[in-house]
């Protein structure tokens, strides 16, 4: 008895709509001149207070009319953003999924969302975790952009997960660059053992990489709204920062730098203390 092959016909179909379908989505997707990700701590070196600020200062900086001009002074005129918040190695929270940017309308329907509830801590520090998960959210955007970068905020080094350097060179690999905004607000919180005193050291030489890569440390919580806003003023136009000359741009160093990139790990197995492991 011969073999029936009446399914491989509709098997051909649906491969063929399968990858019609790819090519209409590639096709399809909408250009944009920045795809960017806010990254932004959530550890429990935060208090409610200081995670208040954080959500406060980028809501105000995106609806500042700076960032909006330079928005809209792109080649496409539009950003795809998203707004995530992190903690430990499996600690992302998607706070704003891939949105449109395009006008002041949008920037305050976003920084709404910012607003909707608290943020909500955790324990650990994984900025590796944070790169990872930012890759992913990459890899689903349905946008095109320009330029991709992932931007991190954060008050400690890495201790959870891959080794922070690993990650940050697999994205900068694809051709995504990342920045960083150093909280080095040490007394603010609840500070500890795992502060570190060069934390903008660390995350020039550790942590940001990739084209036109750059980090602007925050040394006191006073400064973060303008160094949230200078900052996405140099992501969006590449260009002048805007009137905030107190806060230095410190770019990413060519040559490798003396920071030891597994500080963090290091400071988490030497804890002489069982009681205090939330950081």
């Given at each position: 008895m011969s073999r029936s092959r009446r399914p491989r016909p509709a098997l051909h179909a649906g491969l063929l709509l399968t990858v019609a379908g790819a090519l209409c989505g590639s096709a399809q997707a909408e250009p944009v001149d920045v795809e960017l990700i806010l990254?932004?701590?959530?550890?429990?070196?935060?208090?409610?207070?200081?995670?208040?600020?954080?959500?406060?200062?980028?809501?105000?900086?995106?609806?500042?009319?700076?960032?909006?001009?330079?928005?809209?002074?792109?080649?496409?005129?539009?950003?795809?953003?998203?707004?995530?918040?992190?903690?430990?190695?499996?600690?992302?929270?998607?706070?704003?999924?891939?949105?449109?940017?395009?006008?002041a309308g949008d920037a305050h329907r976003v920084a709404e969302k910012l607003t909707l509830s608290p943020s909500n801590s955790a324990r650990r520090t994984s900025i590796s975790g944070a790169l990872h998960f930012a890759a992913d959210l990459f890899a689903e955007s349905v946008h095109r952009g320009m330029r991709r970068v992932v931007d991190v905020s954060g008050d400690g080094?890495?201790?959870?997960?891959?080794?922070?350097?690993?990650?940050?060179?697999?994205?900068?690999?694809?051709?995504?660059?990342?920045?960083?905004?150093?909280?080095?607000?040490?007394?603010?919180?609840?500070?500890?053992?795992?502060?570190?005193a060069e934390l903008d050291a660390y995350y020039r030489d550790c942590v940001i990489g990739g084209p036109g890569a750059f980090m602007i440390p925050v040394n006191d919580w006073s400064q973060f709204p303008e160094a949230v806003r200078r900052k996405l003023v140099?992501?969006?136009?590449?260009?002048?920062?805007?009137?905030?000359?107190s806060l230095p741009v410190v770019r990413a160093s060519a040559e490798p730098g003396g920071t030891d990139c597994l500080i963090g790990e290091k400071m988490w197995l030497n804890r002489s203390w069982m009681w205090d492991s939330d950081r």
């Open positions: 990254a932004v701590d959530v550890s429990l070196s935060m208090s409610p207070d200081e995670l208040a600020i954080q959500r406060d200062g980028y809501a105000a900086a995106l609806t500042h009319h700076d960032v909006v001009r330079a928005i809209e002074g792109g080649v496409h005129g539009k950003i795809a953003i998203a707004y995530v918040e992190w903690a430990g190695a499996d600690v992302q929270h998607v706070i704003v999924p891939w949105t449109i940017v395009a006008n080094p890495n201790n959870q997960g891959t080794p922070v350097a690993e990650a940050r060179d697999a994205l900068v690999a694809r051709g995504i660059t990342v920045n960083g905004l150093p909280l080095m607000t040490t007394g603010a919180g609840y500070a500890g053992r795992f502060d570190l140099l992501e969006l136009a590449g260009g002048g920062a805007g009137k905030a000359r």
